[in-house]
T-cell receptor
């Protein structure tokens, strides 16, 4: 029973296409995140949702749009994909308001390759 | 948020104790120090968090001197499976969970 799951694990697509990555957590956490890890292994936060409300929105192109249908799901939709979007995207969740709020649980990642 | 500096890579052998030091000279009063571990092709995993002095759990120990300008993650008796990238993060723990990852330390454990 995976705590944070993402689909798909691999995604290969062409420039200009629109794609979505889905994330689900079964930990009952209030907050979910999207991170991007580039080829140099730097991991950067993109978005954060708390109880379906956007609370962190880093400097990310507006081609990226997160959607949270409920607090257990946070999907990432990307329009007009570009070569530079190729990276590994990680979803994470945390239980805010507790002593463990700095502990985030990460999914296995989605490796996006744009050709 | 405080910037961190760690060695880019370290080598060790099975059974040895490994100490990875992180510098964070401009750490703020309300900042915590957190370490994450990332295995190849996996997401990062929380290891340990501390504010001052020493913290120990079943995986590692975290040593923080009085001035808090650095911290040391100690892994006792490493095994091959401890080969991973280790990230030191500094920030307020209850600020929307905005984790800032640096370059990390790539630890390679050899037989």
């Amino acid at each position: 029973d995976t705590a944070v799951s993402q689909t798909p694990k691999y995604l290969v697509t062409q420039m200009g296409n629109d794609k979505s990555i889905k994330c689900e957590q079964n930990l009952g956490h209030d907050t979910m995140y999207w991170y991007k890890q580039d080829s140099k292994k730097f991991l950067k936060i993109m978005f954060s949702y708390n109880n379906k409300e956007l609370i962190i929105n880093e400097t990310v192109p507006n081609r990226f749009s997160p959607k949270s249908p409920d607090k257990a799901h946070l999907n990432l939709h990307i329009n007009s994909l570009e070569l530079g979007d190729s990276a590994v995207y990680f979803c994470a969740s945390s239980q805010d308001g507790s002593e463990d709020s700095y502990e985030q649980y990460f999914g296995p990642g989605t490796r996006l390759t744009v050709t | 948020l405080a910037k961190t500096t760690q060695p880019i890579s370290m080598d060790s052998y099975e059974g040895q104790e490994v100490n990875i030091t992180c510098s964070h000279n401009n750490i703020a009063t309300n900042d915590y120090i957190t370490w994450y571990q990332q295995f190849p092709s996996q997401g990062p995993r929380f290891i340990i968090q501390g504010y001052k002095t020493k913290v120990t759990n079943e995986v590692a120990s975290l040593f923080i001197p009085a001035d808090r300008k650095s911290s040391t993650l100690s892994l006792p008796r490493v095994s091959l499976s401890d080969t991973a990238v280790y990230y030191c993060l500094v920030g307020p723990y209850n600020q929307g969970g905005k984790l800032i990852f640096g370059q990390g330390t790539e630890l390679s454990v050899k037989p």
